[in-house]
Structures are given as structure tokens and as C-alpha cells.
């Protein structure tokens, strides 16, 4: 067992966490493997994700954010289980998006605390933010212009302003903005809130962070395009997207990474680096694998 008493915030984190005693082991586990970049990771994310959602009269926050984190676990595992067990896709992400992206105890309490904590509890996400930090961050200087497709819970978008102050946050829903603001008090966060197909930048990208969007869009292609069209020439994109993963607002599903790699040639982008990460093997070869990329446009 992990020895956190050795370190004051880690082993508060861990106390906090004490009540779900799964989640409990699961990082205590992962502390084995990953050593004292997982603990601050936890440190860093439990401490900040407290203030994210608002108390209730028998719920804290972090009560709240939690649960919503168990929530949208439950969620994921169901309907991932219910792909492999039918190789169907069957949800409607045009239904989902409506009422997901406006609903604010939706987003505040379940979808975005919980891929904000999905980032250091799944081992896959967690692998994807070493990656990230260790391959792709270096690239981002200071005089680069950033933009981060998707932010969702803000954590690629806040990383990189340790590099550079000139980062846009894009995302569809109004709440990401609140999210990000209450997770990451101690700077201002310039945000566009609208479809990044749509939406004027002022102008093209040294970096785009384009983390988990293609599988969202109702036009993958346009998407890829779009990408193409802002990333500046020389520019850099983090890429990420996986293979047999199902969720509710999921709009493609790619069975193989070969069809991952095409979708890219086809865009015309070239893959500088990458990494493959088994997230959950699944039947007859159906496994989720997480693709993370640094990727150019050709």
C-alpha cells in the first residue's frame, strides 16, 4: 500500500475520497504503478474539483462532483457493454446534445466533473494527460496562439496557458465557461461559446487541441476540415479519438485505427508522434484503443 501519509495534501485528498471506498483502492492502485506524478495529479484535481459544483442542503460539493463522476462511469460501462454485446451503436446523440449542453445540473453536476475526474481515476485518460504533458506541451511556446476545441472540463486549454497567455476556449455549452472558471479561479479565460464550425477566431492557430471532438460531430468530415482550415501552416494539432468507444453523444464509431489514420490522410494531415493505449479490450477484436496524436496539416 501506498504510503500518503509522507505527503499532507495527498493523504487529505485521499480522505476526502474515503467515503467511496472503491475509488479508494483504485487509487491506491494506481499510485503503485504510476508513482508520485499520479499522486500530485489526484492532489491537484480532488483539491480543485470541490469548488466546481454547488452544495446542497445534505450533499457537499465534492460530494456532488463525485457522484457525478460514479454517474457518468456507470453510464459509459453500460453502454459500452451494450456494444460489444451487440456490436450496435444505438443511441441518439442529436437528442442527447439538446438537452445536454443547456441543462446546467447536467453539465455542473455529472458530465463535466465527471470527465474532469475521469482524467486522473481511468487509467487510459490519465496515460492521455502524461502524453499530452510530456510530447505535445514542450511544443507550445510563448509567443503561439492556442485553441482548444471541446474544452469541456478546461484541462489541455489551462495546461498550455503555462506556455503561452494567448489561448481561446471553444465549446458549445455556456457551462463549460462556468466549470472552467470555478476549477481554475486564478486567471481569466478567454471563451467563445459556439460551434467551432461556425464560429470567427479572428484568424489561424499555431496549436489546436482537438481532444475526443470528431466523434461528436454531427459532420465528422466538416469537422476535419474545419481543423484543416484554422490549424496555420507549420501549425501543430492534438489529436485524440478511439476505437470502439460508445457513448450517449458519440456520432461515429471507428471500428479499427486504420480507419483513424485514413480519416487523417484524407484531411490531409500528417501524424508527427503518437501513442496507442488499450482502454478496454472487447470481443472478436472489438477493443476500445485511445489514439493520441501530434498531427500537421500536410
Known amino acids: ?3 500518503w501519509s509522507s505527503r499532507p495534501h495527498a493523504a487529505a485528498a485521499l480522505e476526502t475520497l474515503g467515503q467511496w471506498p472503491n475509488l479508494v483502492d483504485a487509487v491506491e492502485e494506481l499510485s503503485a504503478e504510476f508513482g508520485d506524478d499520479y499522486r500530485d495529479a489526484v492532489e491537484r484535481y480532488v483539491g480543485r474539483i470541490g469548488p466546481a459544483s454547488e452544495p446542497k442542503a445534505d450533499e457537499s460539493a465534492i460530494e456532488i462532483a ?3 463522476y460514479i454517474e457518468m462511469t456507470i453510464d459509459t460501462l453500460r453502454l459500452q457493454a451494450e456494444y460489444f454485446r451487440t456490436g450496435v451503436f444505438s443511441s441518439d446523440p442529436t437528442e442527447f446534445e439538446a438537452g445536454l449542453h443547456d441543462d446546467p445540473e447536467l453539465m455542473l453536476e455529472r458530465y463535466l466533473p465527471g470527465l474532469y475526474l475521469a482524467q486522473v481515476f481511468w487509467p487510459n485518460h490519465y496515460r492521455k494527460h502524461r502524453w499530452f504533458a510530456d510530447n505535445y506541451l514542450p511544443l507550445v511556446a510563448a509567443d503561439h496562439r492556442v485553441l482548444d476545441v471541446g474544452t469541456g472540463p478546461g484541462s489541455f486549454g489551462t495546461a498550455c496557458r503555462a506556455n503561452t497567455d494567448d489561448v481561446v476556449f471553444n465549446d458549445l455549452s455556456p457551462h463549460s465557461e462556468t466549470f472552467v472558471n470555478r476549477v481554475y479561479p486564478d486567471a481569466d479565460h478567454n471563451f467563445v461559446t459556439e460551434s467551432f464550425l461556425d464560429a470567427d477566431f479572428g484568424g489561424l ?47 461515429i464509431i471507428f471500428e479499427t485505427e486504420a480507419e483513424i489514420d485514413d ?36
Open 66 to 68: 463525485v457522484d457525478g
Open 263 to 298: 480519416l487523417l490522410d484524407r484531411h490531409g494531415f500528417d501524424v508527427l508522434d503518437r501513442q496507442s493505449v488499450l482502454a478496454t479490450p472487447g470481443p472478436e477484436g472489438r477493443d476500445v484503443v485511445d489514439i493520441n496524436a501530434t498531427i500537421t496539416r500536410r
Open 1 to 3: 500500500m501506498t504510503d
Open 205 to 251: 492557430f499555431d496549436h489546436i487541441i482537438f481532444s475526443e471532438v470528431v466523434e461528436h460531430l454531427p459532420d465528422p468530415a466538416a469537422g476535419m476540415d474545419r481543423l484543416h482550415e484554422l490549424l496555420a501552416p507549420g501549425g501543430k494539432a492534438f489529436f485524440s479519438t478511439a476505437t470502439n468507444a460508445a457513448f450517449y453523444d458519440h456520432t
